[in-house]
């Protein structure tokens, strides 16, 4: 089973970017499609992006599409999500998520195709 911690959260004014990171322990992140999601305060958790199991595919929503980039590094068991031009409505905590597939190629957009979640990290974008 896995287990994932968010890093690198924090507070930044509108323009300008961060990079948030997701660690795995307990197992080889090989083996799942890893996603982000983010929650703004009294909304729901809503998808931000994906990344199949070779890092061949991704998808975003619409929303941060040209502004994030997913990658993924299997060797250190790490996923990150760069964000840049950031702004006001971009703040949320910000979830990685982990889903066991045997296809390399696949990609998931539903939260609720995500078995592992981490704690999530805190984004804020002032204006």
């Known amino acids: 089973q896995v287990q994932l911690v968010e890093s690198g959260g924090g507070l930044v004014q509108a323009g300008g970017s961060l990079t948030l990171s997701c660690q795995a322990s307990?197992?080889?992140?090989?083996?799942?499609?890893m996603a982000w999601f983010r929650q703004a305060p009294e909304k729901e958790r809503e998808f931000v992006g994906t990344?199949?199991?070779?890092?061949?595919?991704?998808y975003y929503a619409d929303s941060v599409k040209g502004r994030f980039t997913i990658s993924r590094d299997n060797a250190k068991n790490t996923v990150n999500l760069q964000m840049i031009s950031l702004k006001p409505e971009d703040t949320a905590v910000y979830y990685c998520?982990?889903?066991?597939?045997?296809?390399?190629?696949?990609?998931?957009?539903?939260?609720?195709?995500?078995?592992?979640w981490g704690r999530g990290t805190q984004v804020a974008v002032s204006s």
């Open positions: 307990g197992d080889t992140l090989r083996t799942y499609v």
């Open positions: 990344i199949s199991r070779n890092g061949d595919n991704l």
């Open positions: 998520a982990a889903m066991p597939s045997l296809d390399p190629t696949s990609t998931a957009i539903s939260s609720r195709a995500y078995d592992y």
